[in-house]
């Protein structure tokens, strides 16, 4: 297999190697003091992507208009509602674990019905279904800080053997996702369904069952990573999900995924996590404001586009 | 008829080729149209009509031969639009969210300036009222508004009106598919009016009865040539089917005689108004037959997605489908040759939901060597495939399930002669082994395979021919309503 090859069939490759030169350059400039902590801190914000940017790229993957703009606003509910349930109880962590999946499945189910009985497109259809959980994450937090149980905390925040906890079960959900992907039935279906729905239905695969499954396994995703971050402030926040708007699909498509669907990659959302982590951190040490990260953002965004959409791979 | 020395051309086609890729659309065709003559013009699918009108209307160009207007070779739409040449599509072509006045203004740029609505409406109801005396267009609504018989109305008087220059020729392709009986024959009589004033028109239907009853001139083609050309008068229903037939048949086949045993494994009740009922028996090759875009791919459609369920897997596949429209509904472009084999076929292929790469493999080497699909490996992009080999991987991929149905949606379209012999010998086999193939197609020699044909026109099942019945003579009376019918 020449290299040239090799970077093709596996996009992943860039986003890594952009990680790896934004560490250095980093690390360097820190002085090298900052290495372990900047790797530590990069591998459990880049988890929370990762979990979120999964969901993303199944839905993705359904291909052209296919997107679930309601990530933030369920993170945000999961968040609020886990946290208010398990009321600082050790006792409670797996029932909390539990709702927030459970409000993952209602939402997803929610986004599907609107996308499927009222014919909204998917972009429209997330957007009013984020509005709506939004809401209700509004009025049911009121205000309220309520803190995450001690040992759910503690175990967000710590990590085993220098790498966070967090880390490890984005990694778990990666590689089940990889094997979903890759290896499953399922995983053909929806990659032939974001190719052609019309070819996909003609070959006897159950579309709507399989984009159904696929929202809710996206809003599922999005609602355990609310969990876990809520645990890992110290708290659920109203405006925690925000960032993870922008995030969940930049990572997707940074890491190589086809934006026209069909084609996705799983070791590439962990580069681009990492990569818009050290970004954003490195342009922090620069001492930039938060207005140039976030147009830098988006020009890195445009620039990974431009640069996938030009090299069209010879059939 | 009796001058015909003093006539002007009005438009005249000759040896005209047209060729796309290895097609030939057109290929060597004549045909001159003079002033105050209706010529109707008559074939079976693919025989060039649709051809030689796109190229008599500028749309398209001649590879080879010479097109004249009234005696000057100029080119393009707009050219033959000057020389007074109009054509109503087969599609109508207006546009639904403009008003009929708007639409008219499209066609007929000379109205402009202040007040050019009412002027338009004036054109359009005049003309409107000439044609179909009594009609109730409201020309201000919106085409939306309107029946699809009222479209295609106002669509040939818009054609038809002419405010500073009246047209030449009027070209009608179809004019009467969604008109009824009444209207059509008001249209007739107009297209007499309008020869008889000197102007021409050039007549497509598959009515033959109206073909007969108002051309003056009958021309017939097949296959990309003029194989026909006399005076209407000449003709008869009989003749002018046979006219359009293949006569000389150099092939025969034996098709077996099927016992219906047991219940039928597909059926279809008849369309609401009129047809007759499909039925399929176990081990049956079926044949949907009839002029293209009479409901066939619909059946089809309808008898899959009945039998599939769009939300839950099926645990058994009773049926499976044959695209013929590759790119709409067939290959999945982003995947290799073998993954586009194998996806109807998954299930199969996996233990508890996971694809086994080896039994994958093996299949695919199978069916490799079993249909010849010419590729040094089965990894490779399934677009790196030709067209036919494409669609020899499609076939593959319907006959490795174990549906016991395959649906096919005239699979063969642009193959070459070599694959079409080779899955005819699959199909035959599979077939003896107790699959049933309902198989629509656009050419008579496959249809000719089939133990059973059905022939569709206008969306339902007109008749249905067995045995020694299925000849092109039959196919082609039972697709084209003879008048009397309709």
């Not at chain 1, 990530?71 to 349930?85: I, Q, Y």
């Not at chain 2, 108004?273 to 619909?298: K, N, P, S």
Request: contains cysteine.
């Amino acid at each position: 297999m020449t290299l040239q090859k090799f970077l093709t069939e596996k996009p992943w490759v860039w986003s890594f190697a952009a990680t790896i030169v934004v560490w250095v350059t980093t690390v360097l400039f820190t002085g090298g003091a900052s290495s372990f902590g900047l790797s530590q801190a990069a591998l459990t914000f880049a988890a929370f992507s990762v979990i979120v940017g999964i969901g993303q790229m199944f839905v993705i993957t359904l291909g052209p208009g296919n997107i679930d703009l309601s990530v933030p606003a369920t993170m945000t509910l999961s968040g609020t509602l886990a946290l208010k349930l398990m009321d600082v109880q050790d006792g409670m962590i797996l029932f909390g674990l539990m709702a927030s999946i459970g409000i993952g499945l209602v939402i997803g189910l929610g986004n599907y019905i609107l996308i499927k009985l009222l014919r909204i497109p998917p972009i429209i259809a997330t957007l009013s279904m984020s509005f709506i959980v939004q809401s209700v994450a509004i009025w049911s937090n009121r205000g309220l800080r309520i803190k995450p149980p001690e040992t759910l905390a503690g175990f967000a925040t710590s990590g085993l053997f220098g790498i966070p906890n967090i880390a490890l079960v984005a990694l778990v959900l990666s590689v089940i996702a990889w094997v979903l992907l890759e290896k499953s039935i399922y995983g053909r279906w929806i990659s032939a369904i974001g190719q052609s729905r019309f070819a996909a239905r003609m070959a006897g695969i159950p579309v709507d069952g399989t984009r159904l499954v696929t929202y809710m396994l996206c809003a599922v995703l999005a609602s355990v990573c609310g969990y876990l971050l809520a645990s890992f402030s110290g708290g659920a926040a109203l405006n925690m999900g925000s960032e993870y708007l922008l995030m969940s699909i930049a990572v997707v498509v940074i890491g190589g995924t086809a934006v026209a669907g069909g084609n996705s990659n799983i070791p590439g959302i962990w580069g681009a996590s990492l990569f818009m982590f050290l970004v954003v951190s490195m342009l922090n040490t620069y001492g930039f404001g938060a207005g140039f990260r976030l147009i830098l953002t988006g020009f890195i965004i445009i620039a990974v586009i431009l640069l996938a959409g030009g090299k069209k791979s010879n059939r | 008829m009796t001058e015909p020395l003093q006539r002007k051309e009005v438009v005249a086609a000759r040896a005209i080729k047209v060729t796309f890729g290895a097609v030939k659309a057109l290929d060597g065709a004549d045909l001159v149209i003079h002033s105050g003559e209706c010529v109707g013009l008559v074939g079976h699918n693919g025989a060039g009509k649709s051809t030689i009108v796109n190229v008599i209307n500028g749309g398209l160009s001649p590879h080879e031969g010479t097109l004249t207007y009234g005696g000057s070779a100029v080119h393009g739409i707009s050219a033959a639009r000057a020389s007074g040449v109009r054509c109503v599509f087969q599609e109508l072509s207006l546009c639904p969210n403009l008003t009929v006045n708007e639409n008219a203004r499209i066609m007929h740029a000379e109205l402009k300036g202040w007040n050019w609505r009412s002027r338009a409406g004036e054109l359009v109801r005049g003309q409107l009222q000439k044609i179909f005396p009594g009609h109730a267009i409201d020309c201000d609504s919106t085409v939306d508004d309107l029946s699809i018989a009222e479209r295609q109305m106002v669509e040939i008087a818009i054609s038809f009106a002419g405010l500073n220059q009246r047209p030449k020729l009027v070209i009608l392709d179809e004019p009467t598919s969604s008109l009824d009986a009444g209207l059509a024959a008001q249209l007739m009589t107009y297209i007499r009016t309008f020869i008889g004033e000197g102007g021409s028109v050039l007549l497509i239907s598959h009515i033959l009865g109206e073909i007969l009853s108002t051309s003056d001139r009958i021309v017939v083609m097949k296959d990309g040539r003029v194989v026909a050309d006399r005076a209407a008068k000449a003709f008869n229903t009989h003749s002018l089917v046979e006219a359009m037939g293949n006569v000389v048949r150099e092939q025969e086949f034996s098709r077996k005689v099927t016992e219906r045993t047991g219940a039928p494994v597909l059926s279809m009740p008849p369309h609401p108004r009129h047809g007759i009922a499909f039925q399929a028996y176990r081990g049956e090759m079926i044949g949907l037959a009839g002029l293209g875009g009479h409901g066939q791919t619909d059946a089809l459609l309808d008898l899959y997605l009945e039998h599939n369920s769009n939300w839950w897997p099926s645990r058994k596949r009773e049926i499976a489908f044959v695209a013929g429209d590759r790119s709409l509904n067939g290959t999945f472009p982003l995947w290799s040759i073998l993954k586009n084999l194998s996806i109807a076929s998954l299930g199969q292929l996996s233990s508890r939901k996971m694809v086994s790469d080896s039994r994958e493999a093996t299949l695919g080497s199978g069916w490799k060597q079993r249909i010849e699909i010419r590729t040094p490996d089965m990894q490779n992009r399934i677009l790196s495939l030709s067209g036919g080999n494409q669609q020899k991987v499609l076939f593959a991929r319907a006959l490795a399930t174990t549906a016991s149905t395959v649906l096919m949606d005239d699979p063969m379209r642009g193959v070459d002669i070599g694959t079409k012999q080779e899955v005819y010998e699959i199909l035959r086999s599979e077939a003896a082994n107790g699959r049933t193939f309902i198989w629509y197609s656009t050419e008579m020699d496959e249809i000719r395979l089939c133990d059973r044909v059905y022939v569709f026109r206008e969306g339902a099942i007109v008749a249905e021919l067995v045995g020694d019945e299925i000849s092109e003579k039959n196919v082609l009376a039972a697709s084209f309503s003879e008048g009397e019918a309709a």
